[in-house]
C-alpha cells in the first residue's frame, strides 16, 4: 500500500473536503480525488459517500480511520528511530573481546565512546579464543572484534591499532634471581600461572613463546583470579606491561629478551558498518594516535 496514499486519506478527514485538503498539501483537485480512487481500489472498498454535497465516510472509511492514522505514526515513529540510530542519539553494538584486553583497551574505548555518544548500548562478548572473536564476527554474533592476534579469516578486515609488549610478572622472590631482561630460555625454569579458555588447552599465549613455557604451575580459567594467585607468590605469568602496571599489586614487571610483542586489532565483516561501529572505530582510532605519540 503506497503510504502517500493514506496520508491523503487522513488529510481529506482533517480538513473536511478534498479542495481544502488539496489546498494544503499543495497539489491538484484533480490529482487528489484520483489518489483517493486509487487507494479505494487498492483497499476494494469504498472509503466515501459522494452522494451529497460534500464527502462523508462511509463504514469502510470510519473503519480504516483509525488504523490509517497509527500506520502513519508508526511510519514517523520508525524515521525517528532510523534518524535517533544515524544521529547516535541511540542505537547498539555487539563486540566480541579476547579476554587478555578486557582490562585493557576495553574500558578506555568504551568509556570515550560513551562520553561521546551516551546513548549506546555495548553488549561485550567473550568467545574465549582468538579464533572465537573471529567466528563471532564472522558469523555476524558481533560487528566488531577486539584481538592481539593475527586474523586468519580471508572474509574479515581488520583495523590495526598499536603493539603492546607482553611482560613477564613475577613475584619479588622469583624475580630476584633472574636478569633483566629475562632472557626467553630462563622462562622454562619459572613456575607458570597461565590462563585455561577451553578445553582445547592453553591459551595462545603459547603461540608466541612457543618452547620458551614449559614449568606450568597452576592453569585457571578466570583472569581476575591468575592475577591474585601472581600477587600472592603462586607463580609468573604473561600480561601486557600496561595492565601489569596498573592492576597488579606488590610484583615485579620484567621484559623478555627477545621482547614479545602483540599488535591489537579491531576485525569487523567487509561492507557498511553501524553507525555504533563506526563512531567506535573513529574512538579506537584517537586512542591509538595518542599512543603512538
Not at 565512546?113 to 558469523?139: F, K
Request: proline residues 6%; hydrophobic residues 45%; aromatic residues 4%.
Amino acid at each position: 500500500m503506497d503510504l502517500r496514499l493514506v496520508a491523503y486519506f487522513v488529510a481529506v478527514i482533517d480538513h473536511g473536503s478534498i479542495t481544502k485538503a488539496a489546498q494544503a498539501l499543495y497539489i491538484a483537485q484533480p490529482s487528489l480525488s484520483q489518489a483517493i480512487r486509487s487507494l479505494e481500489r487498492q483497499l476494494g472498498a469504498q472509503l466515501f459517500d459522494r452522494s451529497g454535497r460534500g464527502l462523508t465516510l462511509t463504514a469502510d472509511g470510519r473503519a480504516f480511520a483509525g488504523p490509517a492514522r497509527q500506520i502513519l505514526a508508526d511510519v514517523e515513529s520508525a524515521k525517528g528511530k532510523v534518524h535517533a540510530v544515524r544521529d547516535l542519539v541511540t542505537g547498539r553494538l555487539e563486540i566480541a573481546v579476547l579476554s587478555t584486553l578486557s582490562a585493557d583497551p576495553l574500558p578506555e574505548l568504551t568509556s570515550r565512546l560513551h562520553r561521546l555518544h551516551p546513548g549506546i548500548l555495548i553488549t561485550v562478548l567473550d568467545p574465549g579464543s582468538s579464533s572465537g572473536v573471529e567466528t563471532a564476527v564472522r558469523q555476524g554474533q558481533a560487528e566488531l572484534g577486539l584481538t592481539d592476534f593475527p586474523v586468519k579469516s580471508d572474509l574479515l578486515q581488520t583495523r590495526e591499532l598499536w603493539e603492546q609488549e607482553i611482560a613477564l610478572v613475577l613475584p619479588p622472590d622469583l624475580a630476584a634471581t633472574l636478569p633483566d631482561p629475562v632472557p626467553l630460555e630462563a622462562v622454562a625454569d619459572i613456575p607458570l600461572v597461565l590462563e585455561s579458555s577451553d578445553p582445547r588447552g592453553r591459551t595462545a599465549i603459547d603461540d608466541a613463546l612457543g618452547q620458551a613455557i614449559d614449568f606450568v604451575a597452576v592453569e585457571c580459567a578466570h583472569r581476575q583470579a591468575i592475577w591474585e594467585l601472581v600477587m600472592h607468590g603462586a607463580g609468573a605469568t604473561f600480561l601486557p606491561r600496561r595492565i601489569a602496571e596498573t592492576e597488579l599489586r606488590n610484583v615485579v614487571v620484567r621484559s623478555t629478551s627477545p621482547q614479545v610483542r602483540r599488535t591489537v586489532r579491531l576485525a569487523y565483516r567487509p561492507g557498511p558498518l553501524s553507525p555504533a561501529a563506526t563512531a567506535f572505530l573513529n574512538v579506537a582510532a584517537a586512542v591509538s594516535r595518542q599512543r603512538l605519540s
